[in-house]
């Protein structure tokens, strides 16, 4: 079976901002059984994430996809930045992360204007705010819109996870990343209400915990362990981001 990892950090957002370089998260693919992964860095500039991604997927073209890092800047815009990455760089897509910078409509609205002016997805790690990821969805309907972590990353609280299937339930531009995910009740309702078209694998990786590959083993067992037909199995581990992509 295919498996696409469609989060994946070149730098983290923890304290120490921990970075990888593109040789061990392909050799973590690889100990694995992934073929493919979506990479980005956050915790640093839009300009230097981009620098990061292409750095790596110059060394790796066929096996890592690269996201920008939409950061605003007090100095400039960045929104020329992320047109660039996407336009003359090939970036498949953009990485949002509420927890380094606001999701006010002055804020980030340009940027999920600008995803869906070129037909690339969002991936945004709201922190729980369903709110926001509601405004957006209804705001931007041609737009895109991946949920890390299916709302809040290792939420223990189900009506908060509920909220995010039922904000995928009435926005078909809405998609549900996997990463994270401890409430695999959580994940089966999901596919339950939203069936598999909508639901994407990620392992958030690399982590070591205790190896980034044996972490990344683990990811992939969580989603196996799930009730699946064999096409549902395919859609989220590999078709599903695929497609969004344009890579299928
Ligand atoms: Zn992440």
Same mark, same amino acid.
């Given at each position: 079976?295919? *498996? ?28 694995? $059984? ?8 956050? =915790?640093?500039?839009?300009? /230097? ?13 066929? /096996? ?10 007090? %100095?400039? =815009? ?6 660039? &990455? *996407? ?5 498949? $897509?953009?990485? *949002? ?6 999701? @006010? ?29 509601? /405004?957006?969805a209804r705001a931007f309907p041609g737009t895109i819109q991946i949920v890390a972590h299916m709302g809040r990353y290792l939420a223990t609280? &189900? /009506? ?26 959580? @994940? ?13 694998? $990620? ?9 980034? &590959? =044996?972490?990344?083993?683990?990811? *992939?067992?969580?989603?196996? &362990?799930?009730?699946? @037909? ?8 590999? %078709?599903?981001?695929a497609r969004l992509l344009c890579l299928a």
């Amino acid at each position: 079976m295919r *498996i696409w990892d469609s989060h994946v950090h070149l730098k983290h957002g923890d304290a120490e901002g921990t970075e990888y370089p593109a040789r061990d998260i392909v050799a973590t693919m690889d100990a694995a $059984g992934i073929e493919r992964s979506v990479v980005f860095a956050m =915790s640093t500039t839009t300009e /230097r994430s981009v620098e990061m991604a292409l750095e790596a997927v110059r060394q790796f073209p066929d /096996r890592l996809i690269p996201y920008v890092y939409a950061l605003p800047h007090y %100095g400039r =815009s960045v929104l020329d930045e992320i047109e660039s &990455a *996407i336009v003359d760089s090939g970036f498949r $897509g953009i990485k *949002i992360h509420a927890g380094e910078c606001t999701l @006010a409509e002055y804020v980030v609205d340009p940027v999920f204007e600008l995803a869906g002016r070129h037909g690339v997805p969002c991936l945004i790690d709201c922190l729980g705010n369903a709110g926001a990821a509601e /405004r957006l969805a209804r705001a931007f309907p041609g737009t895109i819109q991946i949920v890390a972590h299916m709302g809040r990353y290792l939420a223990t609280d &189900a /009506r908060l996870l509920e909220r995010f299937i039922a904000l995928a339930e009435a926005h078909q531009n809405v998609f549900l990343d996997l990463s994270g995910v401890v409430l695999l009740e959580q @994940a089966q309702k999901a596919v339950r209400r939203l069936g598999s078209g909508r639901l994407v694998f $990620g392992t958030d990786g690399p982590q070591r915990a205790p190896d980034t &590959a =044996s972490y990344a083993r683990l990811a *992939i067992r969580k989603i196996d &362990a799930l009730d699946l @037909a064999d096409e549902q199995r395919e859609d989220i581990f590999w %078709g599903n981001i695929a497609r969004l992509l344009c890579l299928a």
